[in-house]
T-cell receptor, first 110, second 114 residues
Framework: GEDVEQSLFLSVREGDSSVINCTYT??????LYWYKQEPGAGLQLLTY?????DMKQDQRLTVLLNKKDKHLSLRIADTQTGDSAIYFC??????????FGGGTRLMVKP | NAGVTQTPKFQVLKTGQSMTLQCAQD?????MSWYRQDPGMGLRLIHY???????DQGEVPNGYNVSRSTTEDFPLRLLSAAPSQTSVYFC?????????????FGEGSRLTVL
């Protein structure tokens, strides 16, 4: 089945940019998503990108998709302490089911 | 509009006990699903439903049962709890499965099986 991989942890200083990376295996994935999970809460959709796009920008968030390498990244500009959370990459695979990566814990130091 | 509501938030069980995690949504979503979240493993799909009366297995269905008698409710039953089922469980719903169907998550139910 589909495999989605992310690094476990990222630490940045407040005001710096954060880049969270994700790789996936299913080349037929139609949509790729970034979800954010704050402590003690469920996941919330941050943004998504359709597979025929290579970039999407939404305020401080930039999503880059390299379909050839099956690589997705989320860049957060001017990272704030409120951005500290776990970020999940997810991909639609067979049957339009979502497969989630293991999550990247972002820690923002003041 | 409460969104997705899960109960209980916390539960401790002994091995072999049974229990039901409740999930309700008030958004008239057709698609509902249950995930479990374990450290470093992301979310794994247990069961899902694309509408009332229809359920199907996800990636890790063993040890769990579901039913969908109404659009609003999607309970998850543990028939005979095992320590391997210690996890955080999330219910999620969307207007449609996959595609651009944004998943709305409940706040989670933390289950410990001793």
């Amino acid at each position: 089945g589909e495999d989605v991989e992310q690094s476990l942890f990222l630490s940045v200083r407040e005001g710096d940019s954060s880049v969270i990376n994700c790789t996936y295996t299913d080349s037929s994935s139609t949509y790729l998503y970034w979800y954010k999970q704050e402590p003690g809460a469920g996941l919330q959709l941050l943004t998504y990108i359709f597979s025929n796009m290579d970039m999407k920008q939404d305020q401080r968030l930039t999503v880059l998709l390299n379909k050839k390498d099956k690589h997705l990244s989320l860049r957060i500009a001017d990272t704030q302490t409120g951005d500290s959370a776990i970020y999940f990459c997810a991909s639609t695979g067979a049957g339009n089911m979502l497969t989630f990566g293991g999550g990247t814990r972002l820690m923002v130091k003041p | 509009n409460a969104g997705v509501t899960q109960t209980p938030k916390f539960q401790v069980l002994k091995t072999g006990q049974s229990m039901t995690l409740q999930c309700a949504q008030d958004m008239n979503h057709e698609y509902m699903s249950w995930y479990r979240q374990d450290p470093g493993m992301g979310l794994r799909l247990i069961h899902y439903s694309v509408g009332a009366g229809i359920t199907d297995q996800g990636e890790v269905p063993n040890g769990y049962n579901v039913s969908r008698s109404t659009t609003e409710d999607f309970p998850l039953r543990l028939l005979s709890a095992a320590p391997s089922q210690t996890s955080v469980y999330f219910c999620a719903s969307s207007y449609q499965s996959g595609s651009t169907g944004e998943l709305f998550f409940g706040e989670g139910s933390r289950l410990t099986v001793l």
